[in-house]
């Protein structure tokens, strides 16, 4: 159980485009997701919070118009990397947090590289 | 406000032998306390988490990992080290239930010489 699937695990775009990344848990409904990045040899940097139905909060430093969060249902949020720059290459992690238990379980990841 | 501070960014252990990977913890509240694994390319991985239980937790693959609040450490052991475990470790910290926004170490990286 608690199964997080994060797609695509890949994605090469051009600069100025917009990417969307998927996270969807399969097994449970998760009122929470949360959104990081994570840069070579880094941590893990929260990004945003998302529940379901209202809107993301962001983390400080982070342009909420450059990184669009959508939570529609309680096993979908997606993040839309929007007019791509080289800089915004990165691995991009999603957590979901089933409501009955204490902690979030991850998806595989998603690495993003704009050319 | 939290923090982790995991010391030593790389440890490298021969098979067999002991794994030590040390993480201290700062919270103004009653923390809840988390392990993570991570391969090259993947996401994370709960190892184990402390949630204001036992202090001495068991996790997955032979980790275990102890809450000292007097030290505010929790550090994760195993016994005996196996290649396998060659990965990325993060410990985290998160603000108990209901607060589940983690805040991550910067990691430790286990090589494991055969």
């Known amino acids: 159980g608690a199964v997080v699937s994060q797609h695509p695990s890949r994605v090469i775009c051009k600069s100025g485009t917009s990417v969307k990344i998927e996270c969807r848990s399969l097994d449970f409904q998760a009122t929470t997701m949360f959104w990081y990045r994570q840069f070579p040899k880094q941590s893990l940097m929260l990004m945003a919070t998302s529940n379901e139905g209202s809107k993301a909060t962001y983390e400080q430093g982070v342009e909420k118009d450059k990184f669009l969060i959508n939570h529609a249902s309680l096993t979908l949020s997606t993040l839309t990397v929007t007019s791509a720059h080289p800089e915004d290459s990165s691995f991009y992690i999603c957590s979901a947090r089933d409501g009955r238990k204490t902690e979030a379980f991850f998806g595989q990841g998603t690495r993003l590289t704009v050319v | 406000a939290q923090s982790v501070t995991q010391l030593g960014s790389h440890v490298s252990v021969s098979e067999g032998a002991l794994v030590l990977l040390r993480c201290n913890y700062s919270?103004?509240?009653?923390?809840?306390l988390f392990w993570y694994v991570q391969y090259p390319n993947q996401g994370l991985q709960l190892l184990l988490k402390?949630?204001?239980?036992?202090?001495l937790v068991k996790g997955i693959n032979g980790f275990e990992a102890e809450f000292k609040k007097s030290e505010t450490s929790f550090h994760l052991t195993k016994p005996s080290a196996h290649m396998s475990d060659a990965a990325e470790y993060f410990c985290?910290?998160?603000?108990?239930?209901?607060?589940?926004?983690?805040?991550f170490g910067t990691g430790t990286r286990l090589t494991i010489i055969p």
């Open positions: 985290a910290v998160s603000g108990g239930f209901g607060n589940e926004k983690l805040t």
């Open positions: 402390y949630t204001s239980a036992a202090t």
């Open positions: 919270s103004s509240v009653p923390p809840y």
